[in-house]
């Protein structure tokens, strides 16, 4: 008798942390960075891609003291046009995921870009075509398949990065059908969706998401003031202008329009930045998680290496203090590069950006 009382004892207990790790174990984040330009936005192959991100750089990111990665993966990357897998791009993924494990480092897979939809591009058949819309819902349904194997406290899935649809509905109609999609086949795990626009913080009033889903967790991006962490940027709007830029202060002056080529496109940021202006628009995915009830997460936010150096660093001072004050996840972009990387193409090390946002002397 007194062995069945402690065998019941035993079974309570066990049955009591698995329910609290319901909760300990659930999908978490803090600090991440992003893993750009290897199986998204690139032309590597072979063995070139292969070498350009390794187990050494989860090691190295572990140390920094990140949590997570947010890994980027373009469609073009992981199938064909004729829908055939590109099967050592898979096997890096996989590979990236065991190392992660290994490095306990979560993951967050992130469809980026697709033949039907790029956010830099005018043409986005995503829109218009539902044949590419099936397409859309047909590839997160071949993820899931190779991905449904990894603990929900361990992988999370963002449906897309940066929708830009004209009419905003029409993501919130999109995104709808797709977490539908997926959580036929994975009920628990954590779907990652920003607002239209490129997850601007201006257009989260817009974003509509299904109820009653606790596993879906929100994400804006943070590049404002655009013109300063944009600053000379070759694939924006931007390259044209040379007229100076600072944070904290004006974004530009009327001086500065003047000798500006596409002053008509900069007139927006003819007013003062600072902590409290930056605040008032992180506000705005704040109020918008909050009514829903769901998690917050900032996925970009960085800095182009052409701003001022010091301005640069207390703007990523400011964004991190802010990401804290509200208790916002985030993932810096990026972890390698030479225009918002924290360390360069060739291993150099930003050690002062590092330390603000990993919040750790390295």
Known sequence: MRYLFFLFLLMSSSFIENSYGQSVTAFEVKRGTNISHWLSQSDKRGEERERYFTEEDITKIATMGFDHIRLPVDEEQLWQENGTPNEEAFELLHKALQWCKTANIRVIVDLHILRSHHFNEGERPLWTESKEQEKFFGIWKRLSKRLHKYPNDFLAYELMNEAVAEDPD?????????????????????????????????????????????????????????????????????????????????????????????????????????????????????????????????????????????????????????????????????????????????????????????????
Not at 195 to 211: A, E, G
Not at 244 to 272: F, M, W
Not at 312 to 333: C, H, M, Q, T
């Open 170 to 362: 029409d993501w919130n109609k999109l995104l709808k059908k797709g977490i539908g999609v997926l959580r036929e086949l994975e009920p628990e795990r954590t779907i990652i969706v920003g607002s239209n626009r490129w997850q601007s913080v201006y257009t989260f009033k817009d974003l509509k998401i299904p109820t009653n889903d606790p596993n879906i967790m929100l994400s804006f991006h943070f590049y404002e003031p655009f013109i300063f962490t944009h600053y000379e940027t070759s694939w924006t709007f931007l390259k044209d202008y040379h007229g100076g830029v600072r944070y904290p202060g004006d974004g530009i002056t009327n001086k500065k329009l003047s000798k500006a080529t596409i002053s008509s496109q900069l007139r927006h940021y003819a007013k003062e930045y600072d902590k409290q202006v930056l605040r008032e628009m992180i506000q705005m995915p704040v109020d918008k998680a909050s009514q829903l009830g769901l998690k917050l997460y900032c996925g970009e936010f960085g800095a182009f290496s052409n701003a001022p150096k010091s301005d640069r660093l207390r703007w990523y001072k400011d964004v991190v203090s802010l990401l804290n004050e509200f208790e916002i996840g985030y993932a810096n972009w990026d972890y390698k590069g030479d225009a918002f990387g924290l360390i360069s193409s060739e291993g150099k090390a930003q050690k002062k950006i590092i330390e603000i946002v990993t919040e750790k002397k390295q």
